[in-house]
């Protein structure tokens, strides 16, 4: 049983394209339901990326900026899975990957903590 995801998952060329945000204090109930409706939406409205997952992290990042003495916590995450590399340009250009930012940008403080994984 083990076995099984990392079997499952060997040979993959997908990219999964991760990152994780600071939340404002002060997003409405309606807000976050905006983004999590928004997020769910990307699957249908993007070629090539296949999922999302979201969720506040089970332990927060920190991230320092400019100021060392106050970090900002990275509470919550988003990642998606693209079939492959192109997938990743495709919704970086797309309007709705633009429509969809003017909602994720009610709920985080400016900033995230970005990063890819690559499938071997």
Known sequence: MALAPSSASAGEKA???CFAFTVID???AAEWKAFTDAT???PGKI??????WYGKL???LRQFGRN???PNLRQWGVCMEMKDEAAL????DHEAHTAWVSVYEKVRVPGTTTFD???Q
């Open 15 to 17: 990219l999964m394209h």
């Open 26 to 28: 002060g997003a409405t």
């Open 40 to 42: 769910d939406e990307l």
């Open 47 to 52: 070629e090539g990326l296949e999922r999302v």
């Open 58 to 60: 089970r332990r927060p």
């Open 68 to 70: 060392r003495d106050e």
């Open 89 to 92: 340009q495709v919704y970086a």
């Open 117 to 119: 994984i690559l499938g």
